[in-house]
């Protein structure tokens, strides 16, 4: 396969007078004296073939969102006979399925939640690029907020978007741990824990040295997870939300 390089010379209009070809191992090269030069055609570690924006990484940005919308909840609290859209908080989340199926259940779908966002933040990573490897974990923490299967109604996205932190921001994932399980331990509430959490992630990747590409899709992902946690904003205001055991107040239903 002819392999050329392009740019333009040093007066900025083309190849000059200067330019010239050579043959090497075969292969024909064209190659301007001056100015920017770029390979066309040549194995760029593009696995394969699949590029940012092509049509294969579309697909995964699609699969990804699908993968967000995998039913963990219903489906492990199901087993044991329980809706968790409508027992305790009615969120299709690790907190509520803790508290109205069990602790088992309850880690299960934790597991879960967080293995969807890891899932599809590396392998958008692995198999596309690190900035799809971002939008795969937006587009998995969208399908488990917004799921098109469920009519749009599902969990408040803490644990997968936490997934995909653990794969993108191993160190920021750690801080993040930290905040969580001081606040929540502190306030008795795993909503504020997970505020905590959503409110300190971009300004953490930000401080770690994240890119402006990296960090505006954090802010998305965060104030998806705050919007979602509107309802645990007001209550935590007016001194009426439970406790992360479900006592007193309304229910958390946080995590999820």
């Known amino acids: 396969m002819a392999r050329s390089w392009v740019g333009s010379a040093a007066a900025g209009g083309g190849y000059g007078p200067a330019s010239w070809r050579r043959r090497r191992g075969g292969q ?9 030069i770029r390979r066309i055609g040549a194995a760029s570690g593009d696995h394969g073939g699949m590029t940012d924006g092509s049509p294969l990484a579309l697909l995964f ?11 963990s909840a219903q ?8 809706d968790p ?10 907190t509520n399925v803790y508290r109205t199926a069990g602790r088992r259940a309850g880690l299960l779908v934790f597991v879960a939640d967080v293995g969807k966002g890891a899932l599809a933040a590396g392998l958008g990573w692995a198999l596309v690029s690190r900035p799809w490897g971002l939008y795969c974990w937006l587009a998995a923490t969208l399908g488990h907020v917004l799921p098109v299967t469920r009519r749009l109604r599902g969990g408040k996205g803490v644990a997968t978007a936490g997934g995909g932190v653990w794969v993108l921001f191993p160190a920021v994932a750690a801080i993040d741990m930290v905040l969580f399980a001081a606040v929540a331990r ?11 959490m959503a409110v300190a992630s971009p300004p953490l990747i ?7 590409r990296e960090v505006v899709v954090a802010i998305l992902i965060s104030g998806l997870v705050l919007v979602r946690h509107e309802g645990n904003i007001r209550r935590l205001a007016s001194g009426q939300e439970s406790s992360w055991r479900g006592s007193g107040g309304e229910p958390d239903g946080s995590a999820g």
């Open 28 to 36: 024909l090269y064209r190659r301007p004296t001056g100015g920017h």
């Open 61 to 71: 940005l699609a699969a990804a969102y699908l993968v967000g919308t995998f039913p």
């Open 75 to 82: 489906l492990v609290a199901g087993r044991r006979g329980i």
């Open 85 to 94: 859209t409508r027992a305790g908080s009615g969120n299709p989340g690790a």
């Open 186 to 196: 502190f306030s008795r509430t795993a909503s504020l824990g997970s505020i905590t």
């Open 206 to 212: 930000w401080a770690f040295g994240g890119t402006g």
